[in-house]
């Protein structure tokens, strides 16, 4: 079956910065737009970064815009994100997904597959 699996979360102190990666296996990967999303307890899962099949156009959230910056390599299967300039708000579980959509889906219904996520801790 489809399998995703994210890497590379940890604690960090503010001001920081982590690469999460996320390996697909058993999926086509360049059919599929892939996302990352983060959820922190007690709230919604929320759409953090999104890039689509061929890497050409990538969307953001607001809240990481300028900090965070998706990327992927078709080749490897594999899609990335780069966190920059780490704030304590951006504590959460990350979980990259796939979806077969042609464009960069931001709610989470709209993908298909997800990874079981990695904890992301920033430190004050």
């Known amino acids: 079956q489809v399998r995703l699996v994210e890497s590379g979360g940890g604690l960090v102190q503010a001001g920081g910065s982590l690469r999460l990666s996320c390996a697909a296996s058993?999926?086509?990967?360049?059919?599929?737009?892939m996302g990352w999303f983060r959820q922190a307890p007690g709230k919604e899962r929320e759409f953090v970064a999104g890039?689509?099949?061929?890497?050409?156009?990538?969307s953001y959230a607001d809240s990481v815009k300028g900090r965070y910056t998706i990327s992927r390599d078709n080749a490897k299967k594999t899609v990335y994100v780069q966190m920059n300039s780490l704030k304590p708000e951006d504590t959460a579980v990350y979980y990259c997904?796939?979806?077969?959509?042609?464009?960069?889906?931001?709610?989470?219904?709209?993908?298909?597959?997800w990874g079981q996520g990695t904890q992301v801790t920033v430190s004050s």
């Open positions: 997904a796939a979806s077969i959509q042609s464009d960069i889906p931001v709610r989470p219904s709209s993908y298909n597959y």
């Open positions: 058993r999926l086509t990967f360049n059919l599929y737009a």
């Open positions: 890039i689509t099949r061929s890497g050409r156009s990538t």
